[in-house]
């Protein structure tokens, strides 16, 4: 079970993630099932070793708050309150949205891990 907060009108949980033996907890991931990738902000990353490199593929992704480059890359383990997943592909990128996060958890993440969201209780089972 995953304890959920709403800080401007918006969902937020904390995730750990983890690459060659380094974790990281982030406490400003949002939790949005309307992004269908999963995107974390490139100098959070790079605590624990995760750079862009000259053979990562590139792409645009688009949104409400507009359009980015991001890099895409394997994550060895992403850990959300003990459900986990192993080598997940995300995006990287800068995420000036106007709203300060770590990262994005997106509905990729979310339905491979078969999540349940329950807004009245702010908790994912």
Known sequence: MIELRVEKGLLF????VKNDEKQLKMTNVL???GSAGTIFKTEILEEIGIRQEPSDPLEVIRGVGGSEFVFIKIIEEIEIDG???N???VEVGAMDYGIEMDGIIGL???MKLGVKIDLGELKIF
């Open 87 to 89: 080598e997940f592909q």
């Open 83 to 85: 459900m986990k997943v």
């Open 108 to 110: 990729d993440i979310s």
């Open 31 to 33: 939790v949005d099932t």
């Open 13 to 16: 949980c904390d995730i750990m």
